[in-house]
């Protein structure tokens, strides 16, 4: 394991996030997670936040904008939303907001399966760089990261979550 | 050799047979068709992948069900499409194959889905754009003579991994027409790369390729020691109009033989899956009891097919 300077504990950070997240998200918000990152943090703020918030998980790749330079991402994950959209307040959740490409991926995949109330944002990490109009709602952490790093979230083998910074190459900037 | 279906980085531009085709390529198109398969369950039925793009149908050969699962897949990727049912248009009028490629082009296609009577049709398509710089226009073949239909042997491995998960371990058998199926062709091709240890062949010695041994396949011409122990039987249609002379005495003792009976299908596995591309002749090679039973996936099959043509279509767009 690469030493994880100059970033924060992803646990802890995860629990801040919770924390912020607690009062402030509806009692009747359903959390959709974005593939990979972000659908583990969903699956964990559904037990750290009060209440009962159904988890989906959501898959961009069909609806990402550099499809047409990169083609179709190796791994594609089946999009399982176990709820309508229509009419339901949504809480995107995805690990780190960067460019802000990813959210409008995911926003427009969203409304292909109904028209939300509302979507919020919860990120455990914005790194800032944005080439959007897109801010998130919660935020775990801010941390500035050079622009040739990508900050990425792994899961060990016993499901604690972990951050690490690696070369920005092949990785889509999100 | 070099393989016209991948370009210099190895990755699929072109598909044109599963012969050849790398192992990894293969399940690759398997695992990205997954995700597809729920498209078909939202409220809008359609992703943006292929948003502007002009994918042409030509079908110089008549059929329905690829043709419209073409056009289905097509614009579920939020494509154009364009259908041409060329064996009553230009060709009738003396248009070389070429010359009709070129003016479409012209049209500015991006994507030509090819079936053609003659074997390697989709083949010289694509030799034809690489050759003249055209390489970002993509062939997918369709179904060219009796040489491959690799979207439909895609799509069998598609239902076979559906059900069975894996392919090690499995017995596969094939059973009637092998000779006029390109069907056939491209499935043993698959089921081979994806390293299933026993595929059959069963069918009278005048309906089997003889070559058939060299592929790898067990070869059968009893319908009962054919099928026995089977978890996939895959039935295939009796070509009649692709038949010169006599090969068979008549359709009635075709089925007596190598028809589908719930008997025949008893002496396969309990949890045995029965498959046919399509179209299927009730009471030839399969009888209705059989078709519309429990072990039937014939209908998913058609769903699947669907999927594992968008995943297949949004593949090759993305390469350039």
Redesign the interface.
Known sequence: MAPTSGLPDAEATLAALAERMRCAVAIDAKLVGIYSGGAWLADRLAELLSGEHPVGYI?V???RDD??T???R???????LPFDI?GARIVLVDDVLYTGRSVRAAI??L????RPESIELAVLIDRGGRELPIEATYVGARVAVARDLSVVLNRQPDARLELSVEPAGSAPRD | MTNPQLNERG?LTHLLTLEGLPEEVIR?IL??A??F??IAE???K????LRGKAVFNLFFESSTRTRTTFEIAAKRLSADVINLNIGVSSTSKGETLLDTIDNLVAMNADMFVVRHAQSGAPHLIAQHLSRTDRRHIHVINAGDGRHAHPTQGLLDLFTIRHYKKDFRGLTVAIVGDLLHSRVARSLIHGLTTLGTPEVRAIGPQTLLPAALESLGVRVFHDMASGVRGADVVVMLRLQSERMKGSLLPSAGEFFKHYGLTAEKLALAKPDAIVMHPGPMNRGVEIESAVADGEHSVILPQVTFGIAVRMAVM??LA???
Do not use: H, M, Q
């Open positions: 898959d790749s069909f609806y499809y047409a990169k083609g179709l190796a791994k594609v994950e089946t999009t399982a229509g427009n995949e409304f292909d399966y109904g | 990755e690759r695992d990205t997954v995700p398969v729920s939202r409220d809008v359609k992703v943006p992948l949004s593949i993305g390469t350039s």
